[in-house]
């Protein structure tokens, strides 16, 4: 049974950092692309991040360029999202998302989903 298991939310203040993981077990994502995508109270989820396997092509939404920064271990088969000078409007819940077939931006497109961490930023 393949689970995604998501760690490292809780609550920051603004202009500060956390920095989150996604453990995988039940089969290897080692050669797949893994992603993070985020929902906040109200609206759609959304993607933030994504990884291929090597780490050689790595998107990130316009609304957290150069603020986060997402990585994998492959031998841990782990996947994480580092993510500093946070804002409130970066609050939501944050899921890891794996095994994509189509376009990485649509939710549909993904095949294995975690359970969600919450991320919450006071300001």
């Known amino acids: 049974q393949v689970q995604l298991i998501e760690s490292g939310g809780g609550l920051a203040q603004a202009g500060g950092s956390l920095r989150l993981s996604c453990a995988a077990s039940?089969?290897?994502?080692?050669?797949?692309?893994m992603g993070w995508f985020r929902q906040a109270p109200g609206k759609e989820r959304e993607f933030v991040a994504s990884?291929?396997?090597?780490?050689?092509?790595?998107f990130y939404a316009d609304s957290v360029r150069g603020r986060f920064t997402v990585s994998r271990d492959n031998a841990k088969n782990t996947l994480y999202l580092q993510m500093n000078s946070l804002k409130p409007e970066d609050t939501a819940v944050y899921y890891c998302?794996?095994?994509?077939?189509?376009?990485?931006?649509?939710?549909?497109?993904?095949?294995?989903w975690g359970q969600g961490t919450q991320v919450t930023v006071s300001s």
């Open positions: 990884s291929t396997w090597s780490g050689a092509s790595i």
């Open positions: 998302a794996a095994d994509v077939d189509g376009d990485w931006l649509n939710i549909a497109s993904w095949a294995y």
């Open positions: 039940g089969r290897t994502f080692s050669s797949d692309v």
